[in-house]
């Protein structure tokens, strides 16, 4: 292993980091307080499901900048062999992503891209809500107030973090924070930012998670509280209707599955990025990858590049016109055939990874691994999409409501992560919008829980969950170790490969020598954030990436 005292790609790193070692259960969030609400969660009885969702609601109260109930996700679940069959998993995904209103067409944003972003019309159906009952009704154990009630009286008052002390401070907020009356009796309610430490107050939140504690899921989808969303909507410039809300549904289906040198991999199916992911460890599989070489770091970005490629192709397979376009992705054949192209000399320019853009050119989201005593495992992305969402909130509900849409393609413009539009992904009335998350569980050769992974970070999302799962299984990491190092990133446009400034120089120089222009950037831009956890021997292990301030919890 390439991993030194001196180069280790993580000494460097601004805020502590740990490693959790637990004997029955761990929970991995961007969020102390949540990390430690799920493990609670289990102590009383519960499973990883059920902490799963108490923790997503936590994050949603402490980490609105990042996910909430208004917004939503995908799900990974693995149901150990004992409470499946007898004797092999079930692994199952929920899809909760956000929809787009039925009055959604595909030039709506042509004439004004920051209306996908920004505002009422940038927010499609919730689905969180949806799809954390979903996941319970299934598999929980505990009742659904006791899982709901933790996060509902959380958000009456608790002290507020360093990372949202950070996040309501900078400067592209100010004017929100301060001149709309929604955010600022929440943000600074004494015509001042909050600080760290001091308490912060989500009452009307509360009051609607614990209506929603009480009367379920359909509280938040019929009724007042639906009514009073609709509302501001539709107040700030959006098209929701309250027949919208009322037909909103989830999709529960088998995990997609792929292999990795012996390993089996669970993901996502589209329109996540999961068979992205795993395309990338296809292409990877061709090579001998046990040390952290040059040109071994050279094949991670070059399958990254195919792989932003491959995402072009991707979207909502109910608006799908080639059934193929889209199966083939994750297929070992698939790989087989593009592997050839992957050059060991140099790299390419992006027409060469044959990306399908409409033209050519010269991260509000949270995840949360958790894994019980008896190997349920649940990897959850849960998400607003840009940070504080459509910057749209609804008073009388607390709920900050998410810029969803954005993620949908506008013809002949980028989206805010820079992507170019891709024509499979327009908006159209009730599409799922293409998204980059992968909530991923992997098992052992033998079928025993290996690893439950995902990430934030829009764009830059499955190219970090990928590389965390190499520095773990190719390259001997420990969890903590996998998390924390340098990362690169590669999504062809625009022509760069950043790297994070902890990311060993030698390896950077390898990669200038094989024609990619690097850009060295700091680590605590916070580009992406991993949170995982994982089975060793008789212990789990749980790391929550230090870039976001995470730690995580176990027992």
């Not at 061709?286 to 192709?313: C, I, P, Q, S």
């Amino acid at each position: 292993m390439y991993l030194t005292s001196e180069n280790s790609g993580y000494a460097k790193l601004r805020n502590p980091s740990y490693l959790i070692e637990a004997k029955h259960g761990a929970v991995a969030t961007e969020n102390q307080v949540c990390s430690e609400m799920g493990v609670d969660i289990m102590k009383a009885g519960g499973n990883a499901v059920d902490a799963a969702v108490a923790s997503t609601l936590c994050i949603g109260v402490a980490n609105m900048f990042s996910s909430g109930v208004g917004g939503g996700g995908f799900m990974t679940i693995r149901i150990p062999p004992a409470l499946a069959d007898g004797i092999s998993s079930e692994v199952w995904t929920i899809d909760f992503r956000e929809t787009a209103p039925a009055a959604s067409n595909e030039s709506m944003y042509v004439s004004d891209p920051n209306l996908a972003r920004f505002g009422g019309l940038s927010v499609g159906v919730p689905g969180e809500l949806r799809g954390l009952q979903e996941a319970h009704n299934r598999w929980g154990k505990l009742s659904w107030s006791q899982v709901v009630m933790p996060a509902a009286e959380l958000a009456l008052g608790w002290p507020v973090s360093k990372e949202l002390a950070l996040r309501i401070k900078w400067p592209f907020f100010y004017d929100l924070m301060f001149n709309n009356p929604d955010f600022q009796a929440i943000f600074a309610p004494e015509g001042r930012l909050l600080e760290e430490g001091e308490i912060i107050k989500r009452t009307n939140l509360s009051w609607t998670l614990t209506t929603v504690a009480e009367k379920g899921a359909d509280a938040f989808y019929k009724g007042a509280i639906a009514d009073s969303i609709v509302e501001k909507v539709k107040a700030t410039g959006g098209i929701l209707t309250r027949e919208d809300m009322a037909n909103y549904s989830v999709i529960v289906r088998k995990a997609l599955e792929g292999t990795y040198r012996g390993r089996k991999i669970y993901t996502t199916h589209a329109p996540t990025s999961g068979p992205v992911l795993l395309h990338m460890f296809n292409l990877l599989e061709h090579y001998d990858f046990d040390l952290m070489l040059g040109v071994n770091v050279h094949r991670v970005v070059e399958a990254m590049k195919f792989g932003f490629a491959a995402r072009t192709k991707i979207c909502d397979p109910a608006f799908n016109d080639d059934a193929n376009r889209i199966h083939e992705i994750a297929t070992k054949e698939f790989a087989d055939k593009i592997v050839a192209n992957l050059t060991d000399d140099r790299t390419h320019a992006p027409d060469y990874y044959n990306p399908v853009f409409d033209v050519k050119i010269d991260h509000g989201t949270s995840h949360i691994s958790t894994v019980d005593q008896d190997g349920m495992a649940v990897a959850i992305t849960s998400t607003v999409n840009l940070i504080f969402g459509s910057q749209v909130m609804d008073g009388p509900t607390g709920i900050i409501l998410n810029d969803e849409m954005d993620d949908f393609s506008v013809p002949g413009i980028p989206n805010a992560f820079g992507l170019l539009p891709s024509p499979y992904n327009y908006p159209e009335p009730f599409k799922r919008p293409l998204s980059s998350t992968t909530p991923t569980i992997l098992e052992n050769e033998d079928g025993s829980f290996h690893l439950a992974i995902g990430g934030s970070g829009g764009s830059r999302i499955f190219p970090a969950v990928f590389q965390t799962i190499v520095n773990v299984d190719d390259w001997g990491m420990n969890l903590q170790q996998a998390v924390e190092f340098g990362r690169l990133h590669d999504q062809l446009y625009p022509l760069i490969v950043d790297a994070d400034d902890v990311y060993p120089p030698d390896l950077l120089d390898e990669l200038r020598h094989r024609g990619h222009n690097v850009t060295v950037l700091p680590v605590e831009r916070v580009a992406a954030v991993v949170n995982a956890v994982m089975q060793d021997g008789r212990s789990y292990y749980a790391a929550s990436d230090s870039r976001k301030n995470g730690i995580a919890a176990g027992y």
